[in-house]
């Protein structure tokens, strides 16, 4: 698989909320989350959690453009535009904007997420 296969199964169980085909593309061990609160997550227990939780919530989809990639032999970097709309504690929809990165390394034939950092935009 390459890189920016590997990228696009990635983006594509995120934004249907698919854990079950979402987790295969993260790395077992090395892994952090970097939320855009500056919440940061360092292990694949807290990572699976936290996906768990937020995929179960009906209410939030994300659209995004790919900025840029980056890939050399052993690691892949994508940065994305994200428009993310949910739902306030009191129904009210909201929309954010933030930029999304992400970072893959090469493990044999597959690419695995090792670094998601949002960060929110002005």
């Known amino acids: ?12 169980a995120l934004t249907e909320k698919d854990l079950t085909n ?6 077992e061990e ?3 989350l970097i939320l855009p609160t500056g919440s940061y997550l360092n292990n694949r227990q807290e990572f699976e959690s936290f996906h768990q939780g937020w995929f179960s919530d009906p209410d939030w989809s994300m659209h995004y453009e790919v900025v840029k990639t980056v890939v050399t032999a052993e690691m892949g970097l994508a ?26 390394q090469k ?5 695995l997420l090792v670094h998601d950092q949002n960060t929110f935009q002005n």
């Open 79 to 104: 940065l994305l535009n994200v428009l993310y709309n949910d739902l306030d504690p009191q129904g009210q929809p909201y929309e954010k904007r933030y930029y999304l990165t992400l970072v893959f």
């Open 1 to 12: 698989m390459t890189f920016h296969e590997a990228l696009q199964t990635h983006l594509k």
């Open 22 to 27: 979402f987790l295969p593309t993260v790395h």
């Open 30 to 32: 090395n892994l952090s």
């Open 107 to 111: 493990q044999g034939e597959d690419w």
